[in-house]
């Protein structure tokens, strides 16, 4: 048995609209991806500022180990100070154990 033009009419429609679906089902998953992407990219950027605002790991403090920042003079858990200033001109001096001289000034420590 034969189709009409009616029906042949209301497959195609049919077919077209389930392309139509299937198009704009992918375009809101690719908006999705978009979307988790960005804010990847954002949590990214964020930690990218966090990490030069404090200066970034610096290693574990001395005496209970936790995780210090670049920046930090004490050790937000314990309190050891575990950066100084150079007594000459007063910069901040890097966290080495064998420092003898001041990077900045060149004065001896």
């Known amino acids: 048995m034969a189709l009409s033009h009616e029906e042949i009419e209301r497959i195609q429609e049919t ?4 392309l139509q679906a299937k198009a704009k ?3 809101e998953q690719q908006e999705l991806r978009d979307a988790k992407d960005l804010e990847r990219s954002k949590k990214r950027a964020g ?4 990490n030069y605002l404090d200066g970034g ?3 574990d403090c001395p005496t209970c180990g936790d995780e210090l920042r670049g920046r930090w003079r004490y050790c937000p858990t314990c309190g050891t100070q575990v950066l100084q200033n150079c ?3 007063q910069e901040l001096l890097p966290q080495r154990a064998a420092l003898h001289f001041c990077p900045h000034c060149g004065k001896a420590i």
């Open 47 to 50: 930690e990218i500022m966090g």
């Open 87 to 89: 007594q000459w001109c």
């Open 57 to 59: 790991p610096a290693g």
């Open 25 to 27: 089902f992918e375009e």
């Open 15 to 18: 077919e077209r609209i389930k």
